[in-house]
């Protein structure tokens, strides 16, 4: 968010805390003075004015996922909203928020305020300790004692949301026992069996009642990703990762076709509940409070939460858009390890889940393969052995893989050992995931005549290398781990530097799925091993190597309007910032819309995803691409996005790797390799 002010020529102000104050008037020059006028009669140590609505947004979207935010603390401890709403007179704020940090230091607390202080109402989180009994008496010291501040400075303890259940106890002390009394008479006039609303307000429940997290187990439950960033000790807690969720809902915001985020595509399909972030999280919170107190039993075997998973794209858009970074592709892989393990799984698992292996069986027949699947009865055939949608089109094998293309154009520039020292300042290592290897060599080809012509040497490791990425999204972890261990043994000598990680040679993944892979999954899957940190470290996409190894090249001018879409993974993992200014630099104009084409890998192929995929794809790529002028260049980093694109279109994507190749031909004189996609 912070980035995003920069971006737009901003920075914060100095400080520890900053107070947004918005100005009004009946022009733009006369708000803006007002707001000059606030700033310079503040005695704050510093200030600035954003009048731009770029600025503007970023600000809001600071203070409207400050709910989620403010729950974690930079240094992972966990914070609730135990004591949010209460107020006090504006003219009373500063005093009561000073009195209000002398009780969080007595009780051995911290809470991040973060609104609204105009109107003297504080939201804040704070970090109890709320599984534990000694936490929860202090739980309850605090807010007896916070609510006697609150009263004695003329306040209310709910002045925003009401009272409810969370502090109904605590009304005599603002009320007194009289008039709380005549609050139970009064229901009992008119809900003598107290069938409405029980224990709201009227006869409530005690303040340390109840709590949900009480239920969860105590003792860490056994995981296999490593969950750095969740847990008191460093991570791999995975009961503190499903905690993250505290029902801030921003996945719920946008219901179909509104908004133009990436979370959440299958509610935003479906618009239910237990297919939104929050509503799955719910579910394995349950799940995990299970004979406790959960309404959900049965463990990792539950139907419940796997029917819940099953229309999660693993996009990986939560990871990002959620305020709290709730990560439910990485919970989903958790949760499909731990359910089929030692029991026989879905035919797409076994189809696509090893989809690596099948292809480099397959390659050698490829063009029988593709002659076969145009014969209907194989196609059928095929498709219901490998649980794949009978709407689907099976694409169509390479006739000559990215390993013989690339001989056959860079000769000498296969590699198995490092790389002098002298020549790495401006080399990398060209990544050839499955996707490249076998379906879309061309991306491969292309990206290594624009890194060749931008003065970057290119090298491609000898041998197989994978990412893990299908073993992941189904879940095989095992399996995702041995893959993941047989390419660092690989790429360890031709990678990684003697001098030390920051000599490491970049690596180019063109596939955003599998860079995201890289960058997240290897390491927490693989966190004994420190080869995993660094081979994550060294990703970089097509257009960051560009940018760090050649800074000073020019792309050609290709100057034509844009369409297409970001891919999900490259929005939530990767960052987008350094496409932005490559696309600019070329003369390629217009925005990439949001959200999550809906093929996502194995997802839109499987049996009973097709109609949601197609959903999802409606949010917002294929309006985009509906919209686009003539001779638009239509960009699609991701295989999966361009193969959604084709089959509900047909719509011809690129990579931007294949566009900008084009360009270079164009202007050296050679045939162009084909033109604009729409």
Not at 8 to 27: C, S
Not at 473 to 502: H, I, K, N
Not at 630 to 640: C, I, K, N, R, V
Request: glycine share 12%; proline share 6%; charged share 25%.
């Amino acid at each position: 968010m912070a980035e995003d002010l920069v971006r737009g020529g901003h920075d914060l102000p100095r400080g520890g805390a900053w107070l947004f104050v918005e100005a009004g008037g009946a022009t733009p020059g006369e708000a803006r003075a007002r707001a000059g006028a606030i700033l310079r009669a503040s005695d704050a140590l510093d200030g600035t004015v954003v009048d731009d609505p770029a600025g503007q947004r970023a600000l809001w979207r600071v203070r409207e996922d400050a709910a989620g935010t403010a729950t974690r603390s930079p240094d992972g401890s966990e914070a609730w909203p135990g004591w949010e709403d209460c107020a006090v007179p504006p003219a009373r704020l500063g005093t009561y928020l000073r009195e209000f940090r002398r009780l969080l230091a007595e009780h051995g607390l911290h809470g991040t305020p973060y609104g609204h202080f105009g109107d003297g109402c504080i939201h804040v989180r704070i970090d109890f300790d709320l599984s534990s009994e000694d936490g929860v008496r202090r739980f309850r010291r605090f807010s007896e004692e916070t609510a006697e501040l609150v009263v004695a400075h003329g306040g209310s303890l709910s002045g925003e949301h009401g009272d409810g259940l969370a502090r109904a106890e605590l009304l005599p002390k603002m009320y007194g026992d009289e008039l709380v009394g005549l609050f139970s008479r009064f229901k009992d006039v008119w809900d003598p069996e107290g069938g409405m609303n029980p224990g709201v307000l009227a006869r409530p429940a005690k303040l340390d009642e109840n709590l949900r997290f009480s239920v969860l187990p105590r003792e860490r439950v056994e995981v296999e990703f490593g969950y750095p960033h969740d847990g008191p000790d460093g991570g791999g807690d995975f009961s503190a990762a499903v905690r993250r969720c505290v029902g801030v809902a921003k996945c719920r915001v946008a219901g179909p076709n509104e908004g133009s985020g990436v979370m959440c595509p299958s509610f935003r399909a479906t618009g239910e509940e237990q297919h939104s972030t929050r509503g799955r999280a719910r579910l394995l919170h349950e799940m995990l409070a299970g004979e406790a107190g959960g309404v959900v039993t049965g463990g990792w075997r539950s139907t419940e939460v796997r029917d819940a998973l099953d229309l999660c794209l693993s996009c990986k858009g939560c990871r990002s858009d959620c305020p709290v970074g709730v990560d439910m592709a990485t919970y989903k892989a958790e949760f499909l390890h731990h359910h089929y393990e030692g029991r026989r799984r879905p035919a797409s698992h076994y189809a696509m889940g090893r989809l690596p292996q099948w292809l480099l069986l397959a390659a050698p027949f490829a063009r029988l393969l593709n002659a076969a699947a145009r014969v209907r009865l194989l196609a059928t055939l095929a498709k219901r052995l490998g649980g794949i949608a009978r709407e689907r089109t099976i694409p169509k094998l390479a006739p000559r893989t990215f390993d013989r293309l690339w001989d056959a154009e860079f000769k000498g520039t296969r590699g198995t050992r490092a790389i002098a020292a002298t020549e790495r300042g401006r080399t990398a290592i060209l990544w050839p995931d499955t996707f490249t290897q076998y379906l879309s060599p061309s991306v491969g080809v292309a990206a290594g005549r624009v890194m060749k012509a931008a003065g970057i040497g290119v090298v491609a490791p000898r041998g197989r290398v994978c990412c893990g990425l299908t073993y992941v999204s189904t879940g095989q972890l095992d399996q995702a781990r041995a893959v993941m261990r047989r390419t660092l043994d690989r790429m360890e000598p031709l990678c990684f530097a003697a001098e030390g990680p920051e000599h490491d040679l970049p690596v180019v993944v063109l596939e955003p799925s599998c860079a995201a892979t890289l960058r997240t999954d290897l390491p927490e899957l693989l966190g004994d091993d420190p080869r995993a940190a660094r081979l994550a470290a060294a990703v970089r996409t097509f257009a960051e190597v560009l940018e760090e190894r050649a800074p000073e090249w020019e792309p050609p001018r290709l100057d034509r309007p844009v369409a297409g879409q970001t891919h999900c993974h490259q929005h939530a993992v990767l960052g987008e910032a350094a496409d932005r200014r490559l696309r600019e630099r070329a003369g390629l104009t217009g925005e990439l819309s949001g959200g999550c084409c809906g093929l996502a890998g194995n997802f839109g192929f499987e049996a009973g995803h097709y109609d949601v995929s197609v959903a999802c794809a409606e949010d917002q790529l294929l309006p985009s691409v509906r919209g686009a002028a003539e001779g638009t260049e239509l960009l699609a980093d991701g295989f999966s996005c361009r193969t959604q694109l084709d089959q509900l279109g047909p719509y011809k994507a690129r990579h931007l790797a294949e566009v900008l190749a084009e360009g270079l031909a164009s202007s050296e004189g050679a045939p162009e390799a084909g033109g604009p996609g729409k």
